[in-house]
């Protein structure tokens, strides 16, 4: 099978624009240049689309790598019979492709390999045939060596047949159809760990029986969590008497003497070798389902919080608040430049706090002040609304500062602000993410913003795969100005990378600013299949093409010439009067290569060049009266922000210590299945308290009425 047929056998995709997709992929293509650049080959798929069939993909040439290493391996055995070699070529499932190799796999020292060792395979025949009426007779005529009685015979020729049963496709195939529907994941405490402190927080599945079909991966990720850390033992089993039944029914078709020792060796192939073995099977498929749901969770959260309103080119004056050791502020202007810092301490000297944020605001022409929403952040806020700045007063924001601390002490920080102390490169980073997030927490790991779901017992390497996808995307999306753009992000634009973002950097540092998209053919180690990836998504707002500035790729400037001369206009002038476009007949420059969407794209480009999807910050204003949680009242309908969404609901910050949790029951009258289909990382929220427990520090939200 081809890969393209096995990737449509999967998802709802057209079979052209899945051949076109991995075409573009095997020839390097990256996910967001196909997206924008390449919609004619892939039928206008999206990242989304696009990303589902590269794992397809990557997971069928891995597929294939081992079903050639299972023929090779049976081949040299002699035993590749056309029709297991057809069977082989037909499974596309990777657990029944190892059951095929299963029987011919080089043995450890198993009890049934012990048993051939002492020459008991071809007794095992004779019960297995089940045509024999005394087998104990024959059981005679093996005894020798260390077999020592025809019972000892019997005992081992029956670990030969369990093992046989145990790796017979069509019994494997049986126990998981029970498994898959009468499956039950039981969690138990184990013994005289219940009273241990530490256990408390697995209370709720201390003893806890769960259908495998309806369990929810954050349950799973918790119960399997607990076994790791000693508290819980979790084991998955359907009724062993009804599969053993199953089996039996399958391999004993007589009841003579034979088919009872069959029957035993059944009984003993389930519990001893097939019901650990699909066990095991299947609680890696749930920790697998389990990882795919709570990274995608992960990465959902982390895209909106990529894709945070900036407040743009503007000065500002950041706070990183402390109560003994003060708030340390820093000021950067427009562009984010360090300009100065200092120390206030509102508390103890509130007036000469004031009358430096007043100096420093009018000296510095500062527009903005961010206040890091940590310890004291919200009291911060309170003095710097209340100082009087008369007419200029400065838009005051209570910026999250999730993960600044771990940029200050990162290599990045120090590279960056070699002689500042930790603290006002907190207060920077957390100034600059007002300005624009995205250039500033690229910066940071994305598991220290606070923002995943069980994310240190998910699979790592497919968490950081899936993040690093986000903040590809994003970056794409938003597109980077190629004359003031950090490495740090100019290493996540297509086609890029550390090395050569760096290059880039270099580059400019010694040749000045880049007046061309061409110019970055001169860059060390960046050829034409970089250029064509990433040129798109660099934008030269006052270069000297003025396509330059715009998501037009260089390889239709020609084209989108052709397309303002027929209407009389220049590129210049199309972007000042892009309406020229609307009476243009787009179906008059098609050709073999290029089609509407890219036609399309360009008229959009015209319209909106480089523009940002990312709507303007505004600003937000908790409820004056909470201060703590000591203030908040049943039925108080509160301003919120959502900090961070799980698949059990959505916590929201309420200006306090505490967040609140709207859980997923209490987001809508309609039947939701992820609370993501409500809410969005921080979106602005207006829920009611229902519930307040001031010794556990919970609190429960409602967007439902009544």
């Known amino acids: 099978m081809l890969a393209e047929n096995y990737i449509s056998s999967q998802i709802d995709v057209n079979p052209k624009s899945i051949s076109g997709t991995v075409k573009l992929l095997d020839e390097g293509a990256t996910i967001p240049f196909i997206a924008r650049y390449r919609k004619e080959k892939t039928g206008g798929l999206d990242e989304v689309q696009i990303s589902e069939i590269e794992t397809l993909y990557t997971f069928f040439k891995e597929l294939e790598k081992r079903r050639n290493f299972i023929l090779q391996k049976i081949k040299e055995k002699g035993k590749l019979t056309a029709e297991l070699e057809k069977q082989i070529n037909g499974c596309f499932d990777a657990d029944q492709l190892e059951d095929f190799y299963l029987p011919y796999k080089e043995k450890k020292s198993t009890k049934a390999e012990t048993a051939r060792k002492n020459g008991l395979e071809p007794l095992a025949q004779i019960i297995y045939a089940q045509r024999e009426f005394d087998p104990y007779f024959k059981a005679k005529s093996f005894v020798k060596g260390d077999v020592k009685t025809a019972d000892d015979a019997i005992e081992g020729a029956l670990h030969i047949v369990a093992e046989w049963v145990s790796e017979n496709t069509s019994m494997r195939n049986s126990v998981r159809d029970r498994f898959e529907k009468f499956g039950v994941v039981s969690c138990r405490v184990k013994r005289k760990k219940d009273t241990e402190p530490e256990a408390a927080v697995y209370k ?6 769960e259908n495998l079909r309806h369990i929810q991966s954050h349950r799973f990720l918790a119960m399997m969590r607990g076994e790791k850390e000693g508290f819980l033992s979790v084991s998955i089993e359907p009724d062993a008497e009804k599969a053993i039944n199953d089996i039996v029914f399958k391999c004993v078709p007589k009841r003579n003497n034979c088919g009872k020792l069959v029957a035993k060796a059944a009984e003993d192939a389930y519990k001893r070798l097939l019901q650990p073995q699909i066990e095991s099977e299947y609680k890696k498929k749930l920790k697998e389902k389990a990882d795919k749901e709570s990274v995608l969770v992960f990465a959902d959260n982390l895209k909106h919080l990529l894709l945070a309103p900036p407040l743009g080119n503007k000065s500002v004056l950041a706070i990183d608040p402390g109560i003994r050791t003060g708030c340390k502020w820093v000021c950067l202007d427009k562009f984010g430049t360090f300009l100065e810092k200092g120390t206030i301490f509102p508390d103890r000297e509130p007036e000469k706090s004031s009358q430096i944020i007043q100096q420093k605001v009018k000296a510095l022409n500062i527009e903005a002040i961010a206040v890091g929403n940590g310890t004291a952040g919200r009291e911060t806020e309170q003095f710097i609304q209340n100082i009087d700045f008369g007419n200029a007063k400065p838009m005051i924001f209570l910026e999250n500062e999730d993960g600044a601390s771990i940029y200050s002490a990162s290599e990045t920080a120090r590279e960056e602000f070699p002689n500042l102390d930790l603290v006002y490169r ?11 997030p995205l250039s500033e927490l690229v910066k940071i790991d994305p598991k220290s913003l606070g923002v995943g779901q069980y994310q240190h017992d998910v699979n790592q390497t497919l968490l950081k795969e899936k993040l690093h996808e986000v903040v590809v995307s994003c970056v794409n999306k938003v597109g980077v100005n190629l004359n003031i753009a950090s490495k740090h992000v100019l290493q996540f634009v297509s086609g890029l990378g550390q090395q050569t973002a760096e290059n880039i950097i270099d580059f400019r540092k010694e040749n000045g600013r880049f007046d061309t998209r061409e110019q970055l053919k001169k860059v060390p180690r960046l050829g034409n299949k970089v250029f064509e990836q990433c040129a798109g998504f660099l934008r030269i707002s006052d270069g000297k093409n003025v396509l330059d500035k715009s998501g037009i790729h260089p390889e239709s400037y020609d084209l989108a010439k052709k397309m303002c001369h027929a209407v009389g206009a220049k590129p210049e002038d199309m972007f000042v009067n892009p309406q020229k476009l609307e009476g243009i007949s787009l179906e008059n420059f098609v050709t073999p290569e290029v089609g509407l969407p890219t036609l399309k794209h360009i008229v959009s480009e015209f319209k909106n060049p480089g523009l940002d999807p990312r709507e303007p910050r505004k600003t937000f204003a908790f409820d004056p009266r909470i201060k703590s949680i000591n203030d908040l009242v049943v039925g108080m309908k509160l301003a919120g922000i959502v900090t961070n969404v799980a698949a059990f609901g959505a916590f929201v910050d309420l200006g306090i210590k ?25 979106q602005e929220v207006y829920p009611r308290v229902v519930e307040v427990d001031i010794a556990r520090k919970r609190i429960s939200l409602s967007l439902v009425e009544g």
């Open 658 to 682: 505490e967040n609140g949790l709207i859980h997923i029951s209490k987001m809508s009258h309609n039947r939701i299945s992820s609370p993501n289909e409500v809410l969005k990382l921080r």
């Open 204 to 209: 709720d599945y201390f003893k806890h029986d």
């Open 426 to 436: 907190g207060a920077i980073s957390i100034g600059r993410r007002l300005q624009d």
